[in-house]
């Protein structure tokens, strides 16, 4: 098959860590990797925010990114995109010319718009669309409230990208719920997780030097709704439980340490951190390559993702490849991927007090740690590597091509 991946704001060529870059990224790049061994042809379509970028970048065999013309060619946060749709449109309608892809996959919202938008651009021809959202706009805002910055538009132009798609790919049981509720037809949903690169993220491996008896790891974006306070919150607490010789190492955020001490999240955690008197336990180290993780990973005694939300995760798939425990909130795609008390341990959102107490459980019992670590590591290679994801999606690739076709016949059939 020939593919093309739209991914507006998230390019597979981007750094991780930094505000508008973390999971999607990670999920467009490996997905692409994957679907390409597998002998298809990828083009990830994405919007060009520095001028020295080129045009189009050969990544591997069969895999090529796109660097499309839409507004000025510097970063735009993602939540101020929306009116470049059409540009981005038009850049990747450009690109097609006369040979459309057999598929088009939109990843996010806005991609989506711009997706539909080029595959309906040929009335002889029409592209079969295929979206993954991400991230629902609709979960955002029951989180978030008025600190949601999302564009207005985004509560009925998302829903239209869902409806219009000939195909759509869930991440979890949990957000199907969520689409059918927005009014979405989920017979045209399949269900496909993320995924971890197992060649990467092992046990096989030394782990990374720490500085204390024990280590709990955060990793991700610093938003609040990360819910790193929660974790700062948990040390106090560990702290009275016995548990005093513990860091908290902060992975995420700026690359810089100037400006990563200048974010105004990274300020309000380590004021936090001050005024609990936790702050000699707290390490922010900011973006760490890629290749430095799985170090990282392993040398932490439980690995911590409590968001007030979350689509899905990758974070969690790569502690558990790594054969660290989890602890993890019971919110969305986190409630399938980290199984409670197999492979790390549920606690409820924003509640430091369960957080510290399924820490203490942890630290105060090695066996328990090798158990659950153990337990993830083969849940993860046995379910979530991206080849499989990239089999589950051709599968979506094919219904989304086999629907069209049947509607083609329809149409000509009702004109005869």
């Given at each position: ?27 467009v ?15 990830v ?21 796109v660097h ?9 946060p ?68 008025a ?57 096989a ?107 899905f ?19 969305g ?18 509640d430091?007090?369960a957080?510290a ?43 989304a ?16």
């Amino acid at each position: 098959m020939r593919i093309s991946m739209v991914s507006e704001h998230a390019s597979p060529l981007a750094a991780l860590g930094g505000v508008d870059a973390g999971g999607q990224n990670v999920h467009v790049a490996a997905l692409s990797e994957a679907l390409a061994r597998r002998g298809h042809s990828v083009t990830v379509y994405t919007r060009r925010d520095a001028p020295e970028l080129d045009r189009r970048v050969r990544v591997g065999p069969g895999l090529d990114v796109v660097h499309v013309d839409a507004g000025p060619a510097r970063h735009i946060p993602k939540d101020e995109l929306l009116p470049l749709m059409g540009e981005l449109a038009d850049g990747i309608a450009r690109d097609w010319g006369q040979r459309p892809p057999d598929v088009v996959h939109g990843h996010f919202w806005m991609s989506g718009l711009a997706a539909l938008d080029a595959a309906r651009r040929d009335t002889a021809f029409r592209v079969p669309m295929v979206q993954t959202f991400h991230a629902l706009g609709t979960v955002k805002r029951r989180f978030q409230g008025a600190e949601d910055t999302s564009p207005r538009e985004r509560r009925w132009l998302e829903p239209g990208v869902g409806r219009d798609a000939d195909r759509i790919i869930a991440t979890c049981p949990d957000e199907v719920f969520e689409l059918k509720a927005m009014g979405i037809d989920t017979g045209k949903v399949s269900i496909a997780p993320c995924g971890v690169d197992l060649g990467l993220f092992t046990t096989a491996a030394p782990a990374a030097p720490r500085t204390r008896r024990h280590r709990i790891l955060s990793v991700g974006r610093l938003v609040p709704r990360k819910g790193v306070d929660l974790v700062i919150r948990a040390l106090p607490l560990l702290a009275a439980a016995g548990h005093h010789d513990v860091e908290l190492l902060i992975v995420g955020g700026g690359a810089d340490p100037g400006v990563l001490h200048s974010d105004p999240e990274v300020r309000r955690l380590m004021a936090l951190a001050a005024g609990l008197g936790v702050l000699p336990q707290v390490t922010f180290r900011g973006q760490v390559p890629r290749a430095d993780m799985p170090g990282i990973f392993r040398s932490a005694n439980a690995v911590v993702c409590t968001p007030w939300y979350e689509p899905f995760g990758i974070v969690p798939l790569e502690a558990m490849a790594c054969g660290v425990p989890v602890v993890a909130a019971a919110v969305g795609g986190l409630r399938d991927t980290v199984v409670d008390h197999g492979t790390g341990i549920h606690v409820p959102p924003r509640d430091p007090e369960a957080i510290a107490s399924a820490l203490g459980l942890l630290l105060g019992d090695p066996a328990l740690q090798a158990e659950l670590g153990a337990a993830g590591q083969q849940r993860a290679r046995s379910r979530y590597s991206w080849d499989r994801v990239a089999a589950e999606t051709e599968k979506a690739y094919q219904a989304a091509m086999s629907g069209m076709a049947a509607g083609q016949v329809r149409m000509e059939g009702a004109a005869l």
